[in-house]
């Protein structure tokens, strides 16, 4: 069974960058999608990004397109997700996920999620 741990994450300014980690084991990263979703107590978890098995189909929502990049390294089993210009409506809880064999479509559900982290953009 995969298992994913998240790293990163923490206080920084409005402008600032931080970096969320997402360390899997079990199984090699070759085969799964990776998927990063955002949630903000009391409203619905949102789709931030996501990166496909092949690594050939990457998609960002239109909120941090431009900021925020995703990458996977399948040699490490892990992946990131680097996060630029932050703003406050960036604060969240961040949530990686992985899909095995996944291909990114908006109607695939993730199988394997990680403990969240905490992600705070204030001054």
């Known amino acids: 069974q995969l298992h994913l741990v998240q790293s990163g994450g923490g206080l920084v300014q409005p402008g600032g960058s931080l970096r969320l980690s997402c360390t899997a084991s079990?199984?090699?990263?070759?085969?799964?999608?990776i998927g990063w979703f955002r949630q903000v107590a009391g409203k619905e978890r949102e789709g931030v990004s996501c990166?496909?098995?092949?690594?050939?189909?990457?998609n960002y929502a239109d909120s941090v397109k431009g900021r925020f990049t995703i990458s996977k390294d399948s040699d490490k089993s892990i992946a990131t997700l680097q996060m630029d210009s932050l703003k406050p409506e960036d604060t969240a809880v961040y949530y990686c996920?992985?899909?095995?064999?996944?291909?990114?479509?908006?109607?695939?559900?993730?199988?394997?999620w990680g403990q969240g982290t905490q992600v705070t953009v204030s001054s």
């Open positions: 996920a992985a899909k095995g064999l996944g291909t990114c479509d908006e109607t695939e559900q993730f199988d394997f």
């Open positions: 079990g199984y090699s990263l070759d085969y799964y999608a």
């Open positions: 990166i496909s098995t092949s690594g050939n189909i990457i």
